[in-house]
């Protein structure tokens, strides 16, 4: 991090921590958007961002800023367990709202927008909450970095429409200033590793199902259970292809037997290691690739 100067112990990294000059201001900036929107509704998916936003808005709103998780198919069960396990020791009490995306085929087919669908249905569940409560604002926990030119996120698309804000990156954040605050701020998570929904691991054109989503879900929890912490499992028909950290790349291929025999329990024929190593967004590759690789037909079906 940037910000910082951390040593091997995370308790010695929280004592030792300060804020810079220029942390410490967009701190107080953020304080201070905060309490200008008086109540917010905040989509909190238990990621570090979603949750500095819940711990500083609970700070300074108290009871007037209102967690909102939502609970899909497509986001893993144990994910959700942990979101809550965070608020929990944060003393924050979090909404659970159930979502749809598979119900939308505009979602299901998976072409590239395909998470400006799903952030609509999620922000149409925090609408619904805001309007029941009678609050104006709902924020996620975007950061500046977000949304950078050559980042594929239509899901931001999705949060302009409907007026979300995002503090963090009215704030000017970028990621490793929220790694540095939540650590300041003694935010449980603070150094979890990046996470995305498993609708992710599909190629765009292949269609997305409750039963696929499941196998996913199966295969990154046994990878979590060995103790990898960075990675993706991707979805290739009967091809399961492995992504982790390089430096983790050898210690997966020891345990191949094992991981082998799991994944073809889970329903894959051929599991396969990613020599590149993890890369976020990597599915977006083809776009750039190969740009007319999703056939029009399921274009049009997604209305673009």
Not at 60 to 89: I, R, W
Not at 150 to 157: I, N, S, V, Y
Not at 208 to 217: G, M, N
Not at 227 to 254: C, K, M, N, S, Y
């Amino acid at each position: 991090m940037g910000n910082t100067m951390l040593t091997a112990e995370p308790e010695a990294e929280r004592a030792a921590i300060a804020l810079t000059p220029e942390l410490a201001t967009k701190y107080e900036r953020l304080r201070e958007i905060l309490r200008e929107m008086g109540q917010v509704v905040l989509g909190y998916s238990g990621g570090v961002d979603s949750t500095l936003v819940m711990k500083v808005a609970h700070d300074e709103l108290g009871e007037g800023a209102v967690a909102v998780t939502g609970d899909s198919e497509a986001f893993p069960q144990g994910e959700v367990d942990a979101a809550l396990d965070v608020a929990a020791k944060m003393g924050v009490t979090v909404t659970r709202v159930r979502t749809h995306e598979l119900a939308n085929p505009k979602f299901a087919v998976n072409t590239p927008n395909r998470c400006y669908h799903c952030k609509t249905e999620l922000f149409t569940e925090l609408q619904q909450v805001a309007q029941e409560r009678g609050i104006r604002w709902i924020v996620d926990g975007s950061h500046a970095e977000d949304g950078k030119p050559g980042d594929h996120r239509p899901g931001l698309k999705a949060a302009e429409e409907r007026g979300v804000r995002s503090p963090l990156r009215e704030a000017g954040f970028t990621k490793a200033d929220v790694r540095a605050l939540a650590l300041f701020l003694d935010v449980p998570n603070w150094d979890k590793p990046s996470f995305a929904c498993l609708s992710s691991r599909f190629p765009y054109g292949t269609s997305i199902s409750a039963d696929l989503l499941a196998r996913l879900d199966g295969c990154e929890r046994y990878l979590r259970e060995l103790g990898f912490r960075q990675f993706r499992v991707r979805h290739h028909d009967t091809v399961a292809r492995i992504e982790v950290e390089p430096q983790d790349i050898v210690r997966l291929v020891e345990l191949r037997e094992p991981i082998n025999a799991r994944f073809k329990e889970l329903g894959y024929t051929y599991i396969t290691l990613d020599l590149e190593g993890y890369r976020s967004g990597k599915m977006n590759d083809t776009l750039k690739a190969r740009p007319n690789l999703i056939p029009i037909s399921l274009l049009e079906m997604a209305g673009r």
